[in-house]
């Protein structure tokens, strides 16, 4: 999942890390750990993958299995939602997990560069994962996201991020079919709006918002023009995106988003989406199955498609995104230790196993990384839907991996833009923001 805290609220992660700090201090202390049963050792993990994520039953069973065949204990850390800003205390502090599963997004995105994790190009060709990784999953965690480039860390849990539309909720409204283009998109708004119901739910003040922007101002650019704004700054400079920009604010004007949305976060959007508050969102396949656990059931209600496009778009259909920068494995520069690296090498390897990937598939609702048949994996009818996808919309630049360490600033601006900021606002906003 692409969850990240805006850096204006982070002062809650001073009290997370000393938490990491803590639990990891007893991990990589002179004290020895508790022999597991086999006397394997032990690996230092921090995983995103924490309680009440969909993901993190299957992981248990990763490691319950692993530790059961190799007598390698995982002494294991949740990580919580400034995870970035908790490994990198604990690194500079001497307590470095040997390996982080998480994103590529924000500060990950640089702990390369900051010696924070080494690059794994050997490791995917001496640990046999070359020939099983999809060639797409591995360049988009290369640095830059450019062919050539060191490959960050080994990816795993791939995602689709449609556009969800509670259809009963359209029906209701008088809305006969999902919105295609933007006009339909702001008259499907005022029809939802006088059925007493919310048009667009997102979180105006996190990450979720912060993709919802970029999806929409990239409406009139191509993708090589738009990785690179996002990378240099020059959202003013360049006319097609300020055409985006504008676009976002008429559409913010016109109400298709839901009252109040600059104050609003990703669970708002979940709670509000779940509960036939509000009847579009935007989010990932993550929360296929997450849906289905809320109990409302929402799942049975909902149409996956892609984002409305304006007249003269870039894209001739709707858009989405799709990758492969959600979870994957990091590996710190204390796991990559001739000491501990073999240790790490079979725990990371295990998870590409078939059988395992496809428990993901069918918890997680993951798009592998790797190569096979895993169609009877995909239980969940959204999971089912969103494989579908491909010929119903047009892929946009997810901004991860090149705004990088940028994203929070870049947060904050985009909650301003949700609310009353102009265009020339939100441009010259992001510039500064962008160059830092």
Known sequence: ?????????????????????????????????????????????????????????????????????????????????????????????????????????????????????????????????????????????????????????????????????????????????????????????????????????????????????????????????????????????????MNGIKLFTDLRDAKVFVDNVAGLSADDMYASYYSGKAAIMSAGSWAYTESKAAGTGIETRTALGGLPVPDGSAYPKPTAYQGFTGVGFMITKQGAEPDRIDKVRRLVTKFYDQPIVGDFVKDASILPPVTGDFASFATDPLLKSSLGLDAEVDYAVLPDVWIGSASDPITQVLTGAYGEATPQEICASLDTATKG
């Open 1 to 241: 999942m692409h969850r990240t805290t805006p850096r204006a609220i982070r002062g809650v992660a001073a009290f997370a890390a000393g938490a990491l700090l803590l639990s990891l201090a007893a991990c990589g202390s002179d004290e020895p750990s508790a022999p597991a049963a086999n006397d394997g050792g032990s690996i230092d993990v921090v995983t995103r993958w924490t309680a009440g994520n969909s993901a993190a039953a299957a992981q248990k069973r990763v490691f319950d299995a692993f530790t059961a065949e190799t007598g390698i204990k995982i002494n294991l850390t949740e990580g919580l939602e400034a995870i970035d800003d908790q490994v990198e205390t604990a690194v500079a502090a001497g307590k470095s997990p040997d390996l982080v599963i998480v994103n590529l997004f924000d500060k990950t995105v640089g702990w390369l560069d900051a010696g924070v994790t080494v690059p794994v190009d050997q490791y995917v060709k001496d640990w046999g994962l070359a020939d099983k990784m999809k060639p797409q999953a591995l360049d988009e965690w290369r640095v830059g996201g450019v062919a050539g480039g060191q490959i960050q860390g080994l990816p795993f849990s791939g995602f689709s991020w449609p556009l969800w539309y509670n259809t009963e909720l359209l029906t209701k409204a008088g809305v006969a079919e999902v919105p295609k283009t933007t006009e339909e998109l702001i008259a499907a708004a005022k029809k939802l709006r006088a059925s007493g119901v919310g048009p667009v739910a997102v979180g105006g003040n996190d990450w979720s918002g912060q993709k919802l922007f970029y999806q929409i101002s990239q409406s009139f650019t191509d993708a090589a023009t738009m990785q690179k704004v996002m990378k240099e700054g020059g959202y003013c400079a360049t006319p097609s995106v």
